[in-house]
Each structure stands twice: as structure tokens, then as C-alpha cells.
T-cell receptor
């Protein structure tokens, strides 16, 4: 148990569906992240929220839309996805202290786009 | 460009020692992390190095040489539960984390 909970664990969706991924952290951290993990590829940072404000968006397609209503919750809204978006989506949190902070990850949502 | 290299897969025997290497080329350096990820589970923090040398933590040790852009993770007295992927990540001068693709470690009895 890492203190970061993601739901659902698995998701299958068609290209025309709309779904949302949810992440909740119980660690009192002030930063939350969405990462994409594809097989045999490095983790790709998608979005970063610090103190509930988005601080990074690494050229992620607009079909992915993040939402951070408070410091404990993070959502990733999905719509009109493509098959190449199939991957493991990981949420993480950290307490920003200037460099040495470690990330606490959730177990991820395994997404399959048909 | 920025790059982290680590072997794709390694195999070792239960009870033995294995060394997983990581080399990096990044814009600046502000620390190197190792994470462990069991299949279907969350990556979990193993170690952090920011100064040269060896950091020991039980059966696991991590080494850093900043001049060589090189780190390794040393696992001793291997157990079957050590079968996992090991991720190397470097924080660059902008405090961005650059990730390697991970090393899948297979432990055989």
C-alpha cells in the first residue's frame, strides 16, 4: 500500500467513449502527477499539479484532460481516444522539497482502447 | 537530447548477486533515483544518490559516479520476490525527471 489509490484498475473503451480515471492520495502531499507507461518505454510525464495548479503539460493531446479539484484528488478525463493510447496510466504524488523528493505511485489503470 | 540507458532484461539465480547498470546523458544533474516495479503493481522507491559513492540499504546498494554519468543497483542474496523491473531516473538541471525504460530482472531457482 503506497498511500496512492487509483480506480479503475482496468478499463476497456471504444474510441468514441468518454471515461475518467481517478486518483486519490492519503499522504498529505502537495504535488500530483499523471504518467503514461507503455511496454519497454520510459515513463512519460503527462501532467503535473502543484498546490492544485497545473504546472506542466508535456504536449499531451487534448483528448486527455486533467482535473485537480483539491490536493488529494486527481482525475484524467478521456474522450475519443486512439488505439495507440492503450497503456498503463500511473498517478503519483510527492511532497515538493526542492529536488530529493521521491514519488509515491498508485498501481495504475491498464487502459485498452478498441 | 537527454537519455537514460539500462539493459532491457537480466537473469540471475536465487541467492546470487546481480548488478544493474544505468548510464545517463542529461542537461545537468540533480540526483538519481532507483525504483522497483513488480508486474501489475506501483513503482516503489528504492534509493536516491546525489553525491558520488555507494549507498547501502540492506540487501540493496546503489552507486553513483557523476563524472562518468553512471550508476548501478546491486542486489545481494537474491530472492524470488526480487523478480521485478528496476527503473533508473535522473533529475536534470530543470528538476525534471528523465526515466530509463527499465530493466526486467528474472530470478531463477
Amino acid at each position: 500500500e503506497t498511500g496512492v489509490t487509483q480506480t479503475p484498475r482496468h478499463l476497456v473503451m471504444g474510441m468514441t467513449n468518454k471515461k475518467s480515471l481517478k486518483c486519490e492520495q492519503h499522504l498529505g502531499h502537495n504535488a500530483m502527477y499523471w504518467y503514461k507507461q507503455s511496454a519497454k518505454k520510459p515513463l512519460e510525464l503527462m501532467f503535473v499539479y502543484s498546490l492544485e495548479e497545473r504546472v506542466e503539460n508535456n504536449s499531451v493531446p487534448s483528448r486527455f484532460s486533467p482535473e485537480c479539484p483539491n490536493s488529494s484528488h486527481l482525475f484524467l478525463h478521456l474522450h475519443t481516444l486512439q488505439p495507440e493510447d492503450s497503456a498503463l496510466y500511473l498517478c503519483a504524488s510527492s511532497q515538493e522539497t526542492g529536488g530529493s523528493e521521491k514519488l509515491f505511485f498508485g498501481s495504475g489503470t491498464q487502459l485498452s482502447v478498441l | 537530447g537527454q537519455n537514460i540507458d539500462q539493459p532491457t532484461e537480466m537473469t540471475a539465480t536465487e541467492g546470487a548477486i546481480v548488478q544493474i547498470n544505468c548510464t545517463y546523458q542529461t542537461s545537468g544533474f540533480n540526483g538519481l533515483f532507483w525504483y522497483q516495479q513488480h508486474a501489475g503493481e506501483a513503482p516503489t522507491f528504492l534509493s536516491y544518490n546525489v553525491l558520488d559513492g555507494l549507498e547501502e540499504k540492506g540487501r540493496f546498494s546503489s552507486f553513483l559516479s557523476r563524472s562518468k554519468g553512471y550508476s548501478y543497483l546491486l542486489l545481494k542474496e537474491l530472492q524470488m520476490k526480487d523478480s521485478a523491473s528496476y527503473l533508473c531516473a535522473v533529475r536534470d538541471s530543470n528538476y525534471q525527471l528523465i526515466w530509463g525504460a527499465g530493466t526486467k530482472l528474472i530470478i531463477k531457482p
